[in-house]
């Protein structure tokens, strides 16, 4: 069965705004997962049980959700706008080349502006491979996608900290853009 809008819905709910339905959000961004599924029952949008819930953590293809120890509290693993949510990054040295998915008109607007800026997120994403960064780029369906190569060596070199979160995307503050090494495109 899809459940791509009711993950979609939960992306909402967990990254950008718990308050729509009243959830007890802690500082890393776990909500209880008993009070999420009677939430969303209840606001009647979609219908939701323990055993959906867990198909969608278990296909999402972006690894975007994570259950805690014991499966009571379930979080998005990163892109919260959520300004007091603490993003529970492991920092590291990242691979040499990182990869970020956008469109042709906003690599326009990072050159113009002299890097990628991390906007109402927490942090830039990336990937270690171009693979999953397609996939983002691909994203806005009526737009040229982009896949930028930056040199997260050098980067780091100069003193960048990298986080990468627990589905594997490698968060940075931003990316001037003389840290850009190339422009992938299909």
């Given at each position: 069965?899809?459940?791509?809008?009711?993950?979609?819905?939960?992306?909402?709910?967990?990254?950008?705004?718990?308050?729509?339905?009243?959830?007890?959000?802690?500082?890393?961004?776990?909500?209880?997962?008993?009070q999420l599924?009677?939430?969303?029952?209840?606001?009647?949008?979609?219908?939701?049980?323990?055993?959906?819930?867990?198909?969608?953590?278990e296909t999402?293809?972006?690894?975007?959700?994570?259950?805690?120890?014991?499966?009571?509290?379930?979080?998005?693993?990163?892109?919260?706008?959520?300004?007091?949510?603490?993003?529970?990054?492991?920092?590291?040295?990242?691979?040499?080349?990182?990869?970020?998915?956008?469109?042709?008109?906003?690599?326009?607007?990072?050159?113009?502006?002299?890097?990628?800026?991390?906007?109402?997120?927490?942090?830039?994403?990336?990937?270690?491979?171009?693979?999953?960064?397609?996939k983002s780029?691909?994203?806005?369906?009526?737009?040229?996608?982009?896949?930028?190569?930056?040199?997260?060596?050098?980067?780091?070199?100069?003193?960048?900290?990298?986080?990468?979160?627990?589905?594997?995307?490698?968060?940075?503050?931003?990316?001037?853009?003389?840290?850009?090494?190339?422009?992938?495109?299909?």
């Amino acid at each position: 069965m899809n459940y791509t809008k009711l993950s979609i819905y939960l992306s909402c709910l967990l990254r950008h705004q718990p308050e729509l339905l009243g959830l007890d959000m802690d500082v890393h961004g776990y909500v209880p997962v008993e009070q999420l599924i009677n939430a969303i029952n209840k606001a009647g949008k979609h219908t939701i049980t323990r055993e959906i819930l867990d198909q969608i953590v278990e296909t999402d293809d972006k690894k975007r959700y994570k259950y805690s120890e014991g499966g009571y509290r379930i979080k998005a693993c990163q892109g919260h706008s959520i300004p007091w949510v603490i993003p529970e990054l492991t920092y590291a040295p990242p691979p040499a080349l990182l990869y970020h998915g956008t469109t042709e008109q906003a690599y326009a607007k990072i050159l113009s502006s002299g890097g990628i800026s991390r906007m109402n997120r927490h942090a830039v994403h990336t990937q270690a491979t171009a693979e999953p960064a397609w996939k983002s780029a691909r994203r806005w369906k009526k737009q040229s996608p982009v896949v930028l190569v930056i040199n997260a060596a050098r980067m780091a070199e100069d003193g960048f900290q990298f986080g990468v979160s627990d589905n594997g995307v490698w968060c940075i503050e931003s990316v001037p853009a003389e840290y850009i090494a190339d422009v992938l495109r299909p």
